[in-house]
C-alpha cells in the first residue's frame, strides 16, 4: 500500500542554519511528490512539485526513486519559514488522490 | 478567480445535529476532494469527486455524506454530529500543477 512518511515532528533550527525536512515514500507506481506549507493555522500552500524541479521561497526537492525519497532542502533558514510541512504523494494519475505524511514542525530561531 | 472557497469557517455543533459544509471553486476543476485535518495525524482523504455526479470514499468517509451536481460545488455533509468530528476540514480541487486548498472549517462537536 501506498505511504508517507515523516520521521520528524519536530525541527527545529537557527537563522542561517541549513534544513533538511525528510520525506519517504512507499508505492509501486510513479509517484507524483508534492511538498505543501502550512503557516500557522492558515490554508495549505503548494510549495514544491517534483516535476517542476523549481525552487520556491529557497526550497528545492529532489527525487530519489532509488531511496524512494523527497526531501526539502534549504540552505539557509529564515525565521519566515517557521511553519508546518507536509509531504503528499499522489498515486493515482491526474484524477488521483493525494495521500499525506504527519507533517514535520520547522522552527527556525533568531 | 477566487480559487477554492469554503464556508462556514468555524462552527460549534452539539453532538447529534446535523449540518453542511460548503466547497466552491471557479476553476471548472473536475477533481474535489475532503480532507480532514487532526494533531498528529496529518491529513485524511474522507471523500472525493472526479467530476458533476461522480463520488467515491476515501480514508475515513463514515459519518460523512457528499454530492457533486455541479462541476463548482462539492458540499460535505454531517448527519449526526459526534465529538470524534471534531477537527479542521480542508476541501481541495486538482489543477495541472498540483492542488489547490481552501482555507478550512474549524469545526467543534460539542
Known amino acids: 500500500a501506498q505511504r508517507v512518511t515523516q520521521p520528524e515532528k519536530l525541527l527545529s533550527v537557527f537563522k542561517g542554519a541549513p534544513v533538511e525536512l525528510k520525506c519517504n515514500y512507499s508505492y509501486s507506481g510513479s509517484p507524483e511528490l508534492f511538498w505543501y506549507v502550512q503557516y500557522s493555522r492558515q490554508r495549505l500552500q503548494l510549495l514544491l512539485r517534483h516535476i517542476s524541479r523549481e525552487s520556491i521561497k529557497g526550497f528545492t526537492a529532489d527525487l530519489n526513486k532509488g531511496e524512494t525519497s523527497f526531501h526539502l532542502k534549504k540552505p539557509f533558514a529564515q525565521e519566515e519559514d517557521s511553519a508546518m510541512y507536509y509531504c503528499a504523494l499522489n498515486y493515482g494519475g491526474s484524477q488521483g488522490n493525494l495521500i499525506f505524511g504527519k507533517g514535520t514542525k520547522l522552527s527556525v530561531k533568531p | 478567480n477566487a480559487g477554492v472557497t469554503q464556508t462556514p469557517k468555524f462552527q460549534v455543533l452539539k453532538t447529534g445535529q446535523s449540518m453542511t459544509l460548503q466547497c466552491a471553486q471557479d476553476?471548472?476543476?473536475?477533481?474535489m476532494s475532503w480532507y480532514r485535518q487532526d494533531p498528529g495525524m496529518g491529513l485524511r482523504l474522507i471523500h472525493y469527486?472526479?467530476?458533476?455526479?461522480?463520488?467515491d470514499q476515501g480514508e475515513v468517509p463514515n459519518g460523512y455524506n457528499v454530492s457533486r451536481s455541479t462541476t463548482e460545488d462539492f458540499p460535505l455533509r454531517l448527519l449526526s454530529a459526534a465529538p470524534s468530528q471534531t477537527s479542521v476540514y480542508f476541501c481541495?480541487?486538482?489543477?495541472?500543477?498540483?492542488?489547490?486548498f481552501g482555507s478550512g472549517t474549524r469545526l467543534t462537536v460539542v
Open positions: 469527486s472526479v467530476g458533476a455526479g461522480i463520488t
Open positions: 476553476m471548472n476543476h473536475e477533481y
Open positions: 481541495a480541487s486538482r489543477a495541472n500543477y498540483g492542488y489547490t
